[in-house]
Structure formats: structure tokens, C-alpha cells
């Protein structure tokens, strides 16, 4: 059974940045498909970025393109969010994500399966 663990979170100063990073361990983890997604109380889970399984081919949303880069090290079996000019509406719990269906849309949650538990994001002044 594959986990995910991400770290990274924490807070920042509006305009400031962070890295988050996402491991996978146990079972057998062949490289698939991964996104990242936040999510506030109240709030659905948005999709935030997404990667091929090769790191050829990336998704972003719009609210953070031009500012979010998603990379992932397969060697490592590691994804990470490199989150740069962040604004307060960025604060979220973070999610990284296993694709596991793909007749779903990169944006949408159920196309994902594998869930890690989060990391907080706070981005305030």
C-alpha cells in the first residue's frame, strides 16, 4: 500500500515562497501520474498542479500559473510544489495525490486515488 507524506508547509509573508515536498513509500509506486491540490474549510478540494509520470507534461490551475512549479525526481519518488509570490488566498491545507482514473479531468479530485494527509499553508503578514 503506497502512502503519501507531504512536508514543506508552514508560514509566509505575503510575496514569499515555499517548497513542499511529497514522498511516496511502501508497495509498489511504478511512477504515475501526480497533482497537487489545497483545500480551505467549507471549501471543495481544489486542483492546484498535476505531472506526467516522466515530468514531461505539466497542468497548472490558472490562479497559479506564472508562479507554482510542480517537479517530481523519480529516483526519489518525490513530487514537490515550489510556490513562489504567494498571496493570503493560498493559504490551504495541501494535498499531494496519486492519478488513478483517467477519464477525469486533471482539476477534478476523483480522477486521483491515493491521498496524503496534508500540509498547512499560511500565507499572512
Known amino acids: 500500500q503506497v502512502q503519501l507524506v507531504e512536508s514543506g508547509g508552514g508560514l509566509v509573508q505575503p510575496g514569499g515562497s515555499l517548497r513542499l515536498s511529497c514522498v511516496a513509500s511502501?508497495?509498489?509506486?511504478?511512477?504515475?501520474?501526480m497533482g497537487w491540490f489545497r483545500q480551505t474549510p467549507g471549501k471543495k478540494r481544489e486542483f492546484v498542479a498535476a505531472i506526467s509520470y516522466n515530468g514531461e507534461v505539466t497542468y497548472y490551475a490558472d490562479s497559479v500559473k506564472g508562479r507554482f512549479t510542480i517537479s517530481r525526481d523519480n529516483t526519489k519518488h518525490t513530487v514537490d510544489l515550489q510556490m513562489n509570490s504567494l498571496k493570503p488566498e493560498a493559504t490551504a491545507v495541501y494535498y499531494c495525490?496519486?492519478?488513478?482514473?483517467?477519464?477525469?479531468?486533471?482539476?477534478?479530485?476523483?480522477?486521483?486515488?491515493?491521498w496524503g494527509k496534508g500540509t498547512q499553508v499560511t500565507v499572512a503578514s
Open positions: 511502501g508497495g509498489t509506486f511504478s511512477s504515475p501520474p
Open positions: 495525490a496519486v492519478r488513478a482514473h483517467n477519464n477525469y479531468r486533471w482539476e477534478n479530485p476523483e480522477g486521483f486515488g491515493t
